[in-house]
């Protein structure tokens, strides 16, 4: 939702701008995406609380992150599995193997590839998807070369890929919360607070921001940045990304598990005896040795 007002008509959410109200039953609704010029009412926000949904502050057409309310998933499924993957090493390396597959699904040897192989193979692809749009295009071409203190500063190719990329990774950084997984806990990139951010936007870069950055310098805009901005929004307007995205973080972190789409409203006490576990809400007083 975009320049409107956000208000709750019992158990539905309501848009309103000048063109009239939209209501969204909140029965239906997974997550609010809060474009720029929207006010949102305390009670809007209550409801969505409710009903389990969640609220992600987002640029125009969600190219952009800045904040978000709870996480859409009530379950910690995916959170634990990330946890789990991320610090054991080979199961961190099988989800760095599996994402550098989604980008080389015509290669052999990736499941027995090093993390060095896979960064050389990685590093190569890219170069050659740079110097082919530049051909494409007519774009000059040198190499990527920008500084995030001196924006301006970049050449028109590397601000409209910087431009493009930031784009990217708010469309990711938004799927990533609203699934309750953690943008810090990274398999390929660490030690940032979204990392795992630039590990999921990775697999997309080479497709839409590549390629979206390159036509937009080849037609001259005035501003390139915000030229650049505007089409990559324009490219996953359609919300595809978002089920992919999706989709690809649960078979990353989840690959044996055959429930998607549900989310388990349960909750679970630790036994204290490996990954064993005891249903909550019951009372174990009879437990007591006494």
Known sequence: ??????????????????????????????????????????AAM???????????????????????GRGLSQSSRLLEAQVSAVTNQSSRLRVAREMYGYRFPEEDGIATATMQQLRGREGARVKRLYR???????????????????????SDINQALSAATTCLYGIVHGVIVALGCSPGLGFVH????????????????????????FDVVARQPEDIPAETR????????????????????RRLLLPDDDDEGQDW?????????????????????ADLPW
């Open 46 to 68: 209550v409801l969505l609380a409710e009903s389990g949904s969640t609220a992600v502050w987002v640029g125009e057409r969600g190219v952009r992150y800045y904040a978000h």
């Open 132 to 154: 082919a749009h530049a051909e494409r295009t007519g774009v000059q071409w040198t190499k990527r070369d920008y500084d995030t203190a001196e924006f301006g500063m970049g």
């Open 230 to 249: 505007r089409a990559v929004r324009d490219v996953v307007q359609d919300g595809k990304l978002l089920v992919r995205c999706t989709r690809d973080i």
């Open 265 to 285: 409203n349960v909750v679970h006490l630790w036994d204290g005896r490996g990954d064993h576990v005891v249903p909550g809400g019951t009372s174990y007083d």
């Open 190 to 213: 660490t030690g940032h607070s979204r990392s795992f951010v630039f590990d999921i936007a990775d697999l997309y870069k080479a497709e839409i921001a590549i390629p979206t950055a």
């Open 1 to 42: 939702m975009e320049r409107c007002i956000v208000h709750r008509d019992g158990n539905a959410i309501t848009a309103t701008d000048d063109r009239g109200t939209v209501h969204v039953p909140t029965a239906t609704l997974g997550a609010l995406l809060l474009g720029p010029g929207t006010n949102v009412s305390h």
